[in-house]
Every structure is written in structure tokens, then in C-alpha cells.
């Protein structure tokens, strides 16, 4: 699951890659009084930037990765976060190959842990 970074937070896309745990810890508003779920936490890795004004929280969740935590209904809540380094070792390798054409690059990506 995925999340983009407040300013703070990104510093630079220094963050871009980070694994974050984050826990629902309440409400924010009174539509939704009690919006945590049963499984209120979720680790979530920053993949893009979350500018000003536009970011309201230190980290703005995808659909998927807030309704696992939250009612979506509540649009906002209370969070608790804090980095969490995964055992798991990427490697990511990158081929360009222009075997095909004379005009075009074909990239290929190949992820393996």
C-alpha cells in the first residue's frame, strides 16, 4: 500500500521508498465518531510528494491503505506513524534494449527480493 509525504516528511524525495507503519487513533470530526477499524495499523511505503496547501496531514493515504485502517466515510482521522525497516532486500534491475527498433528503446524492470 502506498502514501504520499507532507514537505516535512519528504524532504527532498528523500522519503520516496520509506516504509511507514500507521495506526488509526481516532477521529478527526464528528461525522464519523469512531472511524479506526478493527485492524487499525497498515505499513504503507512513500511514493510521491503530498505539496502545500493541498496536504492538510503529514501523510495522505491511498483509498486501499485508509479503509484498512479507517471508515472512509470519516475522510479524515487522528493518526499515529513511525518508519519501519523491512528484513526484505530489492533489487531492481533496469535493461534497455533496442533490438526492436532503430527509433524506439524498450525498458524492461525486473524486481526480485
Request: proline share 6%; glycine share 0%.
Given at each position: 500500500m502506498i502514501a504520499a509525504a507532507n514537505q516535512d516528511l519528504w524532504q527532498g524525495g528523500a522519503a520516496c521508498g520509506k516504509n511507514f507503519r500507521v495506526t488509526c487513533t481516532g477521529a478527526t470530526n464528528q461525522g464519523v465518531p469512531h472511524p479506526c477499524t478493527e485492524t487499525?495499523?497498515?505499513?504503507?511505503m512513500i511514493t510521491d510528494f503530498c505539496p502545500p496547501p493541498g496536504c492538510k496531514g503529514d501523510l495522505d493515504l491511498s483509498h486501499e491503505a485508509f479503509s484498512t485502517i479507517a471508515d472512509p466515510r470519516a475522510g479524515g482521522i487522528k493518526i499515529s506513524y513511525q518508519q519501519y525497516v523491512s528484513n526484505y532486500l530489492f533489487y531492481i534491475f533496469v535493461f534497455f534494449n533496442n533490438?526492436?527498433?532503430?527509433?524506439?528503446?524498450?525498458?524492461?524492470?525486473?524486481f526480485v527480493h
Open positions: 487499525p495499523t497498515v505499513t504503507v533490438i526492436f527498433s532503430l527509433f524506439h528503446n524498450n525498458m524492461f524492470i525486473l
